[in-house]
C-alpha cells in the first residue's frame, strides 16, 4: 500500500525547492504560476515558512529568498554525515563489479587514514588495512586529494616531512609530484603504479563535500598484471563514477 503523503508538507517542499531551479530571489506571483496553484494557498504557505526562518523577504521588492534556517540545518547535516556509512554501499556494489579490493581513506589535517577496505573475491595482501596511515606522495589516493587541495596547501603537506621511498617507482622529488597535479586533476583520477609497493597498482579518485572540499578519496587496488591497457578504462570509470557518488551523497554539486 502507497504511503500517505502530507499535501501541505509536499507543497512546501515544492516551494522551497523552486529557488534552487529558478532563482535566488521570487515573488508569490511567480511561484504560484510556475507550480500551478493558487495565489492564496502560496501565500499561506510561505508566510509559514517566513515565520520559521526558512524563507525571508526582501523589503524592497518584496520578493522571497530561502532564509539562514536552511544554512543551519545544511551545516549540521554536512557536520554529522558519517562518510564510511554513506560509502560502504557504494563501496561493495563496486567491489562486486570489479571484483578487486576497493580502498576508502579520509583526510585528518596532514594525515591520511584507510577507514574502509573491502576486498574482491580475489583476495590481495597488501599493505593497506583499517586504520593505518597512508603518504600523500606515493599512493593514488593520496595524490587524487593533493591535486585538488590548494597550490600552497599541496606545497605545504609535500615540505612537511621527508619524502620516503619505498619502491624504486617512488617519486621522493616534490616538484615532480606538483608537475603531475594538473593532468590528475584534468583526468579526474590518480595513479600509483608500484610506488606503495612492488607488483600493485592503484587507480584513485577524490571525493568532495557539500561545500566543494576534498575531504577523501577512493581506490582499486590490485597486482599490476590485472590491469592491463583492456581492463583499465573499466576499472577508471567505475572508481570516478564510485567517487562522483559519494560527493553527491555528501551534498556535492559539482558534477
Do not use: W
Request: aromatic share 6%; charged share 30%; with cysteine.
Amino acid at each position: 500500500m502507497a504511503e500517505r503523503l502530507i499535501q501541505s508538507i509536499e507543497r512546501s517542499a515544492d516551494i522551497l525547492e523552486i529557488f534552487l531551479k529558478l532563482k535566488p530571489e521570487l515573488s508569490i506571483k511567480e511561484i504560484s504560476q510556475e507550480l500551478n496553484l493558487s495565489k492564496s494557498t502560496v501565500h499561506g504557505i510561505i508566510k509559514t515558512l517566513e515565520h520559521r526562518g526558512y524563507l525571508q523577504q526582501n523589503p524592497e521588492d518584496l520578493k522571497y529568498k530561502l532564509g539562514l534556517k536552511l544554512f543551519e540545518l545544511g551545516n549540521f547535516v554536512g557536520k554529522n554525515l558519517d562518510i564510511g556509512d554513506i560509502a560502504k554501499p557504494i563501496i561493495r556494489d563496486l567491489v562486486d563489479e570489479l571484483n578487486e579490493t576497493v580502498h576508502l581513506v579520509t583526510r585528518q589535517k596532514d594525515e591520511l587514514f584507510y577507514i574502509e577496505k573491502v576486498e574482491g573475491a580475489r583476495t590481495l595482501t597488501i599493505y593497506s588495512h583499517v586504520g593505518k596511515r597512508a603518504p600523500f606522495h606515493c599512493t593514488g589516493v593520496g595524490k587524487a586529494i593533493l591535486a585538488y587541495l590548494d597550490e600552497n596547501e599541496a606545497e605545504r603537506i609535500l615540505s612537511s616531512k621527508a619524502l620516503e621511498s619505498f619502491t624504486k617507482y617512488t617519486v621522493t622529488n616534490k616538484e615532480e609530484i606538483k608537475h603531475h597535479l594538473p593532468a590528475i586533476r584534468e583526468n579526474g583520477y590518480a595513479v600509483d603504479d608500484e610506488e606503495i609497493e612492488l607488483g600493485l597498482k592503484c587507480i584513485a579518485a577524490p571525493i568532495f563535500n557539500y561545500q566543494g572540499n576534498v575531504i577523501a578519496s577512493i581506490s582499486c587496488a590490485a597486482p599490476k598484471i590485472r590491469l592491463d591497457e583492456n581492463r583499465l578504462p573499466k576499472v577508471i570509470e567505475g572508481i570516478k563514477r564510485a567517487a562522483a557518488e559519494i560527493s553527491n551523497c555528501l551534498g556535492y554539486k559539482g558534477y
